[in-house]
């Protein structure tokens, strides 16, 4: 069995679309189903029922999906054991606070301690100008966290969903009421950081859209997510904020968390110049993020 027929098969078993999976992997629909009637004369079994416009995978396709991924990720080792004899050079890396701090570290460390002749340079920008700096080839890789998946001139890597919590000091009014809307939100105090970040921008656009006031909600900016979370800890308004970065003070009492769930989800994600050949290191350093996303 050929890596190349596997992934192709695990991609068509994700989409359950040919054509969707010839789209994402970059090949034409009739390849797609070259290789996949390939592997299935190798394995001597039909991996997929072809229901008149829709596919399903078969028992022996079920049976097989495992294997392949555990195929795949393996191959990615190896990949990563052979690059790391090369591993060496900068990543210049544009990132946010959010990320950094509280999601980063593990991947970080482990590049650090396991490859010393990669030096990363981390850079904190916000969407828009990490996008415009992986554009113009300022930074090698960016770190967004969006709703959106897909970005003009740039490819990327989905690497988990961010939950969002809205928080507020646990004397405040609308703590332990269930079900708010945002209009509920009317008059409230709002902390929020810096215009450009993607949760605050769409609380903006939710609360303005709702109604939750006359005119466009009125933040108290900070510059960190640190001096944010002792606002609200100080009874100065509520935020929204990345569940990751609250959970300690929402587990010690410090914060609560309100009874208001987003109506939008965002992705953390990792982006490069669409067509960049990227260096060994930097493939590394990829590899290496998807695989800490995965566990």
């Given at each position: 069995?050929?890596?190349?027929?596997?992934?192709?098969?695990?991609?068509?078993?994700?989409?359950?679309?040919?054509?969707?999976?010839?789209?994402?992997?970059?090949?034409?629909?009739?390849?797609?189903?070259?290789?996949?009637?390939?592997?299935?004369?190798?394995?001597?079994?039909?991996?997929?029922?072809?229901?008149?416009?829709r596919?399903?995978?078969?028992?022996?396709?079920?049976?097989?999906?495992?294997?392949?991924?555990?195929?795949?990720?393996?191959?990615?080792?190896?990949?990563?054991?052979?690059?790391?004899?090369?591993?060496?050079?900068?990543?210049?890396?544009?990132?946010?606070?959010?990320?950094?701090?509280?999601?980063l570290?593990?991947?970080?460390?482990?590049?650090?301690?396991?490859?010393?002749?990669?030096?990363?340079?981390?850079?904190?920008?916000?969407?828009?100008?990490?996008?415009?700096?992986?554009?113009?080839?300022?930074?090698?890789?960016?770190?967004l966290?969006?709703?959106?998946?897909?970005?003009?001139?740039?490819?990327?890597?989905?690497?988990?969903?961010?939950?969002?919590?809205?928080?507020?000091?646990?004397?405040?009014?609308?703590?332990?009421?269930?079900?708010?809307?945002?209009?509920?939100?009317?008059?409230?105090?709002?902390?929020?950081?810096?215009?450009?970040?993607?949760?605050?921008?769409?609380?903006?656009?939710?609360?303005?859209?709702?109604?939750?006031?006359?005119?466009?909600?009125?933040?108290?900016?900070?510059?960190?997510?640190?001096?944010?979370?002792?606002?609200?800890?100080?009874?100065?308004?509520?935020a929204?904020?990345?569940?990751?970065?609250?959970?300690?003070?929402?587990?010690?009492?410090?914060?609560?968390?309100?009874?208001?769930?987003?109506?939008?989800?965002?992705?953390?994600?990792?982006?490069?110049r669409?067509?960049?050949?990227?260096?060994?290191?930097?493939?590394?350093?990829?590899e290496?993020?998807?695989?800490?996303?995965?566990?």
């Amino acid at each position: 069995m050929e890596l190349r027929l596997l992934a192709t098969f695990e991609k068509v078993a994700e989409v359950l679309s040919f054509t969707r999976a010839a789209a994402e992997l970059g090949y034409a629909q009739s390849s797609v189903t070259s290789q996949v009637k390939a592997l299935e004369t190798a394995l001597g079994t039909e991996l997929f029922e072809r229901l008149g416009g829709r596919i399903r995978l078969t028992g022996a396709g079920e049976r097989l999906l495992p294997y392949a991924r555990r195929m795949a990720e393996l191959a990615e080792e190896a990949r990563a054991a052979v690059a790391a004899g090369e591993a060496a050079g900068t990543i210049t890396i544009g990132t946010m606070e959010s990320l950094t701090t509280y999601r980063l570290p593990p991947l970080l460390e482990y590049v650090h301690h396991r490859y010393p002749a990669v030096r990363l340079a981390l850079r904190p920008t916000l969407g828009d100008a990490t996008r415009q700096a992986l554009r113009q080839g300022t930074y090698d890789l960016g770190f967004l966290m969006e709703a959106e998946t897909e970005h003009d001139g740039l490819e990327t890597e989905v690497l988990a969903p961010e939950p969002l919590a809205l928080v507020a000091a646990p004397d405040h009014a609308l703590v332990g009421r269930t079900g708010l809307a945002a209009a509920d939100l009317a008059g409230t105090a709002l902390v929020g950081t810096e215009p450009g970040c993607a949760y605050r921008d769409l609380f903006e656009a939710e609360l303005a859209g709702a109604g939750a006031g006359t005119s466009r909600p009125d933040f108290l900016e900070f510059g960190t997510i640190e001096a944010s979370k002792r606002a609200v800890a100080s009874g100065l308004g509520i935020a929204l904020l990345p569940r990751i970065t609250v959970q300690e003070e929402l587990a010690s009492g410090a914060l609560a968390a309100l009874g208001w769930e987003p109506p939008f989800t965002l992705f953390t994600q990792l982006a490069w110049r669409r067509g960049k050949r990227l260096p060994a290191h930097v493939r590394l350093f990829v590899e290496q993020a998807r695989r800490l996303a995965r566990e």
